[in-house]
């Protein structure tokens, strides 16, 4: 049983206790009272007290009377009057008693946080691993992409290549540096990556695609209707990589990443 449902029950069995008491003897005293007077008025009304007015025994004669027609609501208007009392003072203790005992049992769940308890830390220490766990694996890691560049760059030119305005070099001059960084550029891939050609046919020769392909290593273009079997002329034969050997390890960053030193020449 909780807490606020046992004290709801404790408390009323109380109320009732003490108000039943409390009544009890309230109504035994407005009955000995209420005898008395009628006794009184009626030893009055009656002529055993000599030299009483006329009209003050009228008046006793109404009183006592109107004791007698009413002598039979002591009962329920003594009780009534106590039950609805003792309700209200019930429902007070209720309302006050389930307030302190919230606030009791928040301040106690605030309290004791999970280093309190072992089982708890252990749960919230692997819930923080795997939150970073997945927060890592949502996030690809750029260092493969920089170290390929750093390779390009070291050993064919590339980025140099790339950043360089050609506007200002004529045809053949472009021509010669293009065949210098093409070579630098293809031994470094044939070092590090290992290439593999989606489709081992010539470009322009006929292929047909079966059902079940896989859409991340061929692209259809065209007009495309229907399902597969689809027959189409190879445009680009497609490449995959099936080996990657990256001897430089570049540690993650969020900026400033060195894809090749500064070179300077210090004169003697």
Known sequence: MGRKKAFTVQSLILCLLFNGLMLGC????????????HDGMALVTGGGIEGVPDQVGVAFAGVGEFMDKNRALLTPVVFGLGGLMTLALWLCLLLAGRRLIGEESGAAEKGAGPSDDPLKREVKRLEK????ARKAASKPSPAPAIQILSILQRQGRLVDFLEEDLGVYEDGQIGAAVRSIHQGCKEALAQNVGLEAVYGEEEGTEVTI???????????????????PFKGVLRHR???????????????????WILAPAEVEIGE
């Open 129 to 132: 691993a795997l939150q970073a």
């Open 210 to 228: 079966k059902p079940g392909f896989d859409p991340q290593a061929v692209r259809l273009t065209g007009n495309v209707q229907g399902d597969p």
């Open 26 to 37: 309230l109504y035994w005293m407005a009955r000995q009272a209420f005898l008395g007077l």
């Open 238 to 256: 497609g490449w995959r990589v099936v080996r990657m050997d990256l001897p430089l390890k570049s540690p993650d960053r969020e900026i400033d």
